[in-house]
């Protein structure tokens, strides 16, 4: 008998792929469970087995603990387990990003893929839309994450991600895996377009001709894996200004202003670009703010002249107000290049000193006026922000800046700021109205999670 137990030990542990001490301790459990049988109590029986001769000792523990609940077949379970855990981590160990296979069924969660031996759940909200994947179609997938207390299968898949795109170019593109070209970034709305920027570390190679490919070989093997998604490949610049025309693309802008303060730019085209730049129901535009990381605002001439004079209002009557000037030394200050008491303050004193309409003394009047309104009004907005109430502060995506003038039109809680509407939000804080409306919408959650 103790030899049959060492074959049997080794046998599994082949066939299974797993451990021999796991065998071995999946044996134990199955004989105390066999002879746990012969007794019509409940009792706690534990089986050793000798690793060398095969031979074993059963003994019984006096000491009564909970039921391994639904555990019928143990030994059976736990190699099941263990197995399950080897071919996962042999799979992963290959290091790859992406996981070819076959759709194998659908269940209420999306669909089972699988490749070898492995599974892995493509949810429906990680499917392309309009999508038609049937049970034997081949896919190919992103592998989005790994939870290896899933129940089903530990695998999470995705086609909608922007890193499946990348992935997907790298595959196609050996000058990436070569370091001649690499991929700063992807944006995508998914099986209908997408925006990837691309950047060069070799003077002699075009980066965009070297992703498309000869006669576009490359894109489109890459726009047949995401259902015909159009593919536009930007060049990447360390010039946000730069990246965001290029990102734009097939727009051709006017003129840009960098707001770095809001992280923001007001991009100016004429009227024969401007549907081109915001692009059908404003995927271009979006697109392009997600790929550069700024929020980017189309407009027209027009519009940007009659911006620009609402901001030159709006700081005249600062400057008139705050240092205590008429107007035409708050026109001279704007002239010059000025739009902030903080420039006024604190730009180097040789720097105002080449304004010709200012004297020294005139000069040194004008920066201790504004340094003692910028901290009157520090004080000031401390003052507000005591009077905002903890759960609009902790509001994610609120800054101190806003926060403060929030308070100063009376929107001291999260109920106040849930009320507005979106072209108040607007008007009170400067914000863009998609960046509005996202705030009013979270400072409503906790009305329907109440």
Known sequence: ????????????????????????EALEMALASATKKRYTEDVDIRVSIDRTSGEYETFRRWLVVPDEAGLQEPDKEILQFE????????????????????????????????????????????????????????????????????????IELSRTCPDFLIKLFENEVPEIEQRLLEIKG???????????????????????GTCV???????TAVRNEVAGEAVDIVL?????????????????????????????MDVVVDEENLAIAIGRSGQNVRL?????????????????????EKESVAVRQLFMDKLDVDQEVADILIDEGFNSLEEVAYVPLSEMLEIEAFDEDTVNELRTRARDSLLTMELAKE??????????????????????????????????????????LVEMTGMDETAAKTLIMKAREHWFNA
């Open 1 to 24: 008998m103790s030899r049959e137990v060492l074959m049997l030990a080794e046998a599994l542990a082949r066939e299974k792929n797993v451990d021999r001490e796991i065998v071995f």
């Open 83 to 154: 197995a399950k855990e080897q071919i996962l981590n042999d799979y992963l160990e290959r290091g790859e990003k992406i996981m070819t296979g076959t759709v194998k069924r659908a269940d209420k969660n999306g669909l089972i893929v699988e490749s070898g031996r492995v599974e892995a759940l493509l949810r429906r909200d990680q499917m392309i839309p309009k999508e038609n994947l049937r049970s034997g179609d081949r896919v190919r997938a992103y592998i989005l994450k790994v939870d290896r207390e899933a129940r089903g299968p530990q």
């Open 186 to 208: 992807a944006a995508r709305d998914p099986g209908i377009r997408a925006k990837i920027a691309v950047v060069t570390h070799d003077k002699r190679i075009d980066p965009i």
């Open 213 to 219: 490919g000869v006669r576009g070989t490359r894109v």
């Open 236 to 264: 990447w610049s360390e010039d946000p200004a730069q990246f965001v025309i290029g990102a734009l693309a097939p727009a051709q802008v006017s003129s840009i202003v960098v707001d770095e303060e809001r992280h923001a």
């Open 288 to 308: 392009a703010s997600e790929l550069t990381g700024w929020q980017i605002n189309i407009m027209t001439p027009e519009e940007s002249a009659e911006k620009s």
């Open 383 to 424: 003052e507000r922000l005591e009077e905002v109430s903890q759960d609009l502060r902790s509001l994610e995506g609120l800054s101190t800046e806003y926060i403060a003038t929030l308070a100063e039109n009376q929107v001291h809680t999260r109920d106040d700021l849930a009320g507005l509407a979106v072209d108040e």
